[in-house]
T-cell receptor
């Protein structure tokens, strides 16, 4: 069984300040982990993924995430927020066996204040 | 990158009617397609997984007779909501996984979603 918990349903930051979106996972197997972003009326876009290679993963648009097995965490960070980063972010876990279906977290809405 | 389209992007229908939503992989062959449902301000819930030429595998609690899924070709899957009711109103999203030039077999690509409103 697998699950993912996004600890904050809503995060608000000022433009130019750091972003931290928190995610903890639970998986019976070695999982792959992803962060997706969903802008209004647009499809989900993959930001980055962890697949058992380097624990610090760099993604698009300046985002990165660090896989910490001891803490079962995969938090998403960005040094400096832009207005265009305002969106819904989903942490996703996928087992590496079976159907390998994605399990989505509940989502974190990021608001960026000018 | 790989592109997945959905049609229509939104649809309004009367209660009791059926609605078909199409999901197409435009530049790769989708051996597996997934259908998700997303309620307002909530996460995506997997409804079913379909492999080309096979019957779909439905998640627990999803009525297979109500949500008919067909994956007849490597580029097209359809979801038909039969005898729709207001509680079926939701955002339906498909994703596709497959292979081809420039496409990582393991990665899922998502469509833009279809908003269904049942009156």
């Amino acid at each position: 069984a697998q699950s993912v918990t996004q600890l904050d349903s809503h995060v608000s930051v000022s433009e130019g300040t750091p972003v931290l979106l928190r995610c903890n996972y639970s998986s019976s197997y070695s999982p792959s982990l992803f962060w997706y972003v969903q802008h209004p009326n647009k499809g989900l876009q993959l930001l980055l993924k962890y697949t058992s290679a380097a624990t610090l993963v760099k993604g698009i648009n300046g985002f990165e995430a660090e896989f910490k097995k001891s803490e079962t965490s995969f938090h998403l960070t960005k040094p400096s927020a832009h207005m265009s980063d305002a969106a819904e972010y989903f942490c996703v876990v996928r087992p590496d066996t079976g159907r390998r279906a994605l399990t989505f977290g509940s989502g974190t809405r990021l608001q960026v204040q000018p | 990158g790989a592109v997945v389209s959905q049609h229509p992007s939104w649809v309004i229908c009367k209660s009791g009617t059926s609605v078909k939503i199409e999901c197409r992989s435009l530049d790769f062959q989708a051996t597996t397609m997934f259908w998700y449902r997303q309620f307002p301000k909530q996460s995506l819930m997997l409804m079913a997984t379909s492999n080309e030429g096979s019957k779909a595998t439905y998640e627990q609690g999803v009525e297979k007779d109500k949500f008919l899924i067909n994956h007849a070709s490597l580029t097209l899957s359809t979801l038909t909501v039969t005898s729709a009711h207001p509680e079926d109103s939701s955002f339906y999203i498909c994703s596709a996984r497959g292979g081809g030039a420039g496409v990582t077999i393991d990665e899922q690509f998502f469509g833009p979603g279809t908003r269904l409103t049942v009156l």
